[in-house]
């Protein structure tokens, strides 16, 4: 059996069943895909997928597999960064899709310029409790960046206002464009709900792009490979949560899933992987 870990999930499975044989002991890089000629500053969204019948771009939605790739990437964003900061972005008026994802790329360009290591996940979400603008996009930073907020407050109104999206009326300049709460990377189990709530809960439906992330932390690694013995050492430990198994038809174990409980004594199993994206530039 061959174990790939993530933070908090250990996945056991036989090499008899799928036939692979992992080439690397880490997974989950953007350095592994094959190089291009010049890599891209973030992670540029796919070519749109068309309906063919009407031509038109199709929907996009969080995928379960992004789901799980964002809270990796998250869970090795904290554990590089002592400091990070949530930040959502709201508009002053209803907005398309198309319209907003302009405005946060300028706004994240801003920040890059004014910051020599600005790093962030972003993920698009549907307003669902302000009738007024129900249904309005807006997104959610996980970010390395401390923010000084009356100033970007203001900077974000502005560069709305600037791209066409008007207030309901001139002084309309609600402190709630921009929220701005602190987190405690080294909590882990706090990240971890951040993520549960945003991203793991979301399922609408975006014409635009629904998430990406800065070059580095698309760069850095999310798993490893190793034998049966390392998930051995939280069983010594009491850490698992949870397993869960499936079998082939003559009842052998072919998947194992365990689930672990991430402490301050499991977190140091880990260090291979902190070492790894540590080192990750």
Same mark, same amino acid.
């Given at each position: 059996?061959?174990?790939?870990?993530?933070?908090?999930?250990?996945?056991?499975?036989?090499?008899?069943? &799928?036939?692979?044989?992992?080439?690397?002991?880490?997974?989950?890089?953007?350095?592994?895909?094959?190089?291009?000629?010049?890599?891209?500053?973030?992670? *540029?969204?796919? @070519?749109?997928? $068309?309906? *063919?019948?009407?031509?038109?771009?199709?929907?996009?939605?969080?995928? =379960?597999?992004?789901?799980?790739?964002?809270?990796?990437?998250? %869970?090795?964003?904290?554990? +590089?960064?002592?400091?990070?900061? !949530?930040?959502?972005? $709201? !508009?002053?008026?209803?907005?398309?899709?198309?319209?907003a994802i302009i405005i946060l790329r300028?706004?994240?360009?801003?920040?890059?310029?004014?910051?020599?290591?600005?790093?962030?996940?972003?993920?698009?979400?549907?307003?669902?409790?302000?009738?007024?603008?129900?249904?309005?996009?807006?997104?959610?930073?996980?970010?390395?960046?401390?923010?000084?907020?009356?100033?970007?407050?203001? &900077?974000?109104?502005?560069?709305?206002?600037?791209?066409?999206?008007?207030?309901?009326?001139?002084k309309f300049r609600p402190s709630s464009a921009f929220d701005v709460?602190?987190?405690?990377?080294?909590?882990?189990?706090?990240?971890?709900?951040?993520? $549960?709530?945003?991203?793991?809960?979301?399922?609408?439906? !975006?014409? +635009?792009?629904?998430?990406? +992330? @800065?070059?580095?932390?698309? =760069?850095?690694?999310?798993?490893?490979?190793? %034998?049966?013995?390392?998930?051995?050492?939280?069983?010594?430990?009491?850490?698992?949560?949870?397993?869960?198994?499936? #079998?082939? %038809?003559?009842?052998? $174990?072919?998947?194992?899933? *365990?689930?672990?409980?991430?402490?301050?004594?499991?977190?140091?199993?880990? #260090?291979?992987?902190?070492?790894?994206? *540590?080192?990750?530039?």
């Amino acid at each position: 059996m061959i174990v790939k870990n993530s933070y908090g999930i250990s996945v056991a499975f036989s090499t008899r069943m &799928y036939g692979v044989i992992p080439k690397d002991e880490f997974s989950g890089s953007s350095l592994q895909r094959k190089k291009k000629e010049k890599e891209p500053e973030e992670e *540029k969204p796919k @070519s749109k997928s $068309t309906n *063919k019948k009407s031509n038109t771009p199709k929907p996009r939605t969080l995928s =379960r597999r992004s789901k799980q790739k964002i809270r990796k990437k998250i %869970t090795c964003f904290a554990r +590089c960064y002592k400091r990070l900061s !949530f930040v959502t972005l $709201t !508009f002053l008026n209803k907005v398309d899709d198309e319209k907003a994802i302009i405005i946060l790329r300028k706004f994240l360009d801003n920040a890059k310029k004014r910051n020599n290591d600005f790093q962030y996940v972003w993920v698009a979400e549907r307003q669902t409790k302000n009738d007024q603008f129900k249904g309005n996009v807006h997104f959610h930073i996980i970010t390395n960046k401390y923010w000084k907020i009356q100033k970007w407050w203001n &900077y974000w109104i502005d560069l709305q206002i600037k791209n066409g999206v008007k207030p309901r009326n001139e002084k309309f300049r609600p402190s709630s464009a921009f929220d701005v709460k602190q987190l405690n990377s080294s909590n882990i189990k706090s990240i971890a709900s951040y993520v $549960t709530k945003y991203v793991t809960k979301n399922n609408a439906k !975006f014409k +635009c792009q629904v998430w990406n +992330c @800065s070059k580095r932390i698309s =760069r850095l690694y999310t798993d490893f490979y190793t %034998t049966v013995e390392y998930v051995e050492q939280f069983e010594r430990l009491n850490a698992i949560r949870g397993t869960f198994k499936v #079998k082939d %038809t003559m009842e052998r $174990t072919f998947l194992e899933v *365990k689930s672990i409980d991430l402490n301050r004594r499991t977190l140091p199993l880990y #260090k291979r992987l902190d070492d790894k994206n *540590k080192a990750v530039k």
